[in-house]
């Protein structure tokens, strides 16, 4: 079951996730330069996760089999410990953005359904728009910021506020 803060459940978010496992994610747009220096089919990218636990003990796998040399931490190791710093930073889910959809629901698995509350992630360091965790509910995608889809509900950070204004 994914990570959701109790003050949050009452939006029914990610719950394709709740109902079959899984955690989305956000997460830094590096991931393809570190995964480019693993060995090939070895990446950083946190699909099928079900937990960030899982996730990150992963990343430290990596950093124990790839990230050391002669028992110091190199390059790679270094590279893979910062991701997943700031991964953790940008998945504190009580600073995400909180909004309903309310423009007209899509038929595509990266779609918006109407009346639906989504989460818009971002991190306190960086509170900017990065998309919408959507209902595939993996990660975050670009999606129209126009006001006239989407409601506030929580907004901790002032990103959505921002965001819709600026669009």
């Known amino acids: 079951m994914p990570y959701i803060p109790e003050s949050h459940k009452k939006y029914n978010l990610l719950p394709f996730c709740v109902e079959n496992g899984g955690e989305a994610f956000s997460y830094p747009s590096n991931e393809s330069d570190i995964s480019d220096m693993l060995p090939e089919g070895e ?52 600073n995400w953005s909180i909004l309903r959809y309310v423009g007209e629901s899509t038929d595509e698995c990266l779609g918006l359904t109407h009346g639906r509350y989504y989460y818009w992630p971002c991190s306190v360091e960086l509170p900017v728009y990065e998309g919408v965790i959507d209902d595939e509910e993996f990660t975050s995608y670009s999606y129209s910021k126009s006001s006239e889809f989407w409601e506030i509900i929580e907004d901790p950070t002032g990103m959505a506020e921002r965001a819709l204004k600026y669009e």
């Open 43 to 94: 990446h950083v990218v946190p699909f099928c996760y079900d937990s960030y636990a899982e996730f990150y003990t992963k990343l430290d796998s990596y950093i124990a089999e790839y990230g050391t040399t002669d028992g110091e931490v190199n390059e790679l190791g270094t590279l893979i410990y910062k991701y997943k710093e700031q991964t953790k930073r940008m998945n504190i889910k009580e």
